[in-house]
């Protein structure tokens, strides 16, 4: 099966970035697929997401990202991050002109309800 990318089904969530669903959970339980886009300046909300591995896989731009009680480490465009099921994350784009373009792969596929609000935390 083929699921063509849609541009046009971006949304905006609350982690302050946008997100294309590639491959949801209703297709594969066991994985999905994100397109994400953080806009220039902004980080995303500290959180966490139970019970589910997370990949980013970075396509454009140069980015922060800070996992767990880790210092914050640079990525840029082909770098893959690794994120531990329930692990603190967040990522900044560092650019003041150009989107951080992200995939993230969930394994398993990313359910709403495993989100956690981290920030005030």
């Keep these: 099966m083929i699921y063509p990318f849609r541009p046009e089904s971006e949304f905006e969530i609350e982690e ?4 294309v669903e590639m ?5 594969d339980s066991g994985c999905s697929i994100a397109r994400a886009r953080v806009k220039p300046g902004v980080a995303t909300a500290l959180h966490s997401v139970t019970a589910t591995v ?5 396509l454009q731009g140069e980015g922060e990202v800070r996992l767990g009680a880790l210092a914050p480490q640079k990525v840029r465009p082909m ?3 690794w994120i531990a099921a329930g ?3 967040m990522i900044r784009n560092c650019s ?3 989107d951080l373009i992200f995939l993230c792969i969930c394994t398993p596929g990313f359910r709403p ?3 956690v609000n981290l920030e005030g935390i």
């Design 16 to 19: 302050r970035c946008f997100i």
């Design 23 to 27: 491959l949801g959970v209703r297709d």
């Design 54 to 58: 997370e990949r980013y896989v970075i």
């Design 79 to 81: 770098d893959v991050v």
């Design 87 to 89: 692990e603190a994350q």
């Design 96 to 98: 003041a002109t150009e």
């Design 113 to 115: 309800e495993a989100f």
